[in-house]
């Protein structure tokens, strides 16, 4: 756990984020002010990223890094929630950024080129945490691969279909320690995804990233959590190095 920032919450500050520091073990651990205090690089802004923005700018992270080369479509309006009809057509990074500065001008937001191999080295050099909420798996094992060469943490979260999976990754146990290849699933402009779905995972990712940058609870390290929409059935297995998870 890093070191607590210097600087005290400013009143407006205590305000905004009142709800949360009501929350004895938010408040007791210090964790505002070290989210305050984190740079955050999400990459990806669709049907997981929506939330994911939404909930770490709302929550107050010092500084969102959005990453994302898509532009807004007619079919992802049912899903991604940062966008509306108007939007169709636009940069998603561009108006994701927009939104997470309308609903939190504290945060700084800064719109990132796509990733790849040139630049994902440059996004984790001073990052405190990256989100990866893509939904194709050339990006996912190469944020992976970037992220275990660095010894980063990352949260990961995955949904398709009618279920969904988070967990956080990092140096003693990354993604292909659990799944070595990509395998066959298909992704959301194959298999379809009901629209809460992504809501629910993306939630979680937020959710995640809040207990590690916070230092509080207990995150999904070595732990996968699962769901299933159409039963409301949820599980979390446990993790080993080199095991499909199962």
Known sequence: MSALPDRPLSRAELRRYSRALLVPEWQEAGAQAR???????????????????????????????????????????????????????????????????????????????????????????????????????????????ACTALGREWVWGAASGTSGMVSV???????????PEPGDAASCDEAGVLGPVPGVVGALMALEALKVLGGVGEPLRGRLWTFDALSGHTRVLRLGPARAAR
């Not at 999400?42 to 898509?70: F, M, R």
């Not at 990754?169 to 799944?179: I, S, T």
């Open 169 to 179: 990754f990092g140096p003693a146990l990354g993604l292909r320690d659990v799944f």
């Open 35 to 145: 989210v305050g205090a984190a740079r955050v690089v999400v990459v990806g802004a669709g049907g997981l990223g929506s939330p994911v923005i939404a909930a770490l700018s709302g929550a107050g992270v010092g500084q969102l890094v959005i990453a994302e080369g898509d532009t807004v479509d007619l079919s992802n309006l049912h899903r991604q929630s940062l966008y509306t009809t108007p939007d169709v057509g636009a940069p998603k990074a561009e108006r994701a950024a927009a939104r997470a500065q309308q609903l939190n001008p504290q945060v700084r937001v800064r719109v990132a080129p796509p990733v790849d191999d040139r630049t994902l080295p440059g996004l984790l050099s001073d990052a405190a945490l990256l989100i990866d909420a893509t939904d194709n798996f050339e990006t996912r094992y190469r944020i992976a691969d």
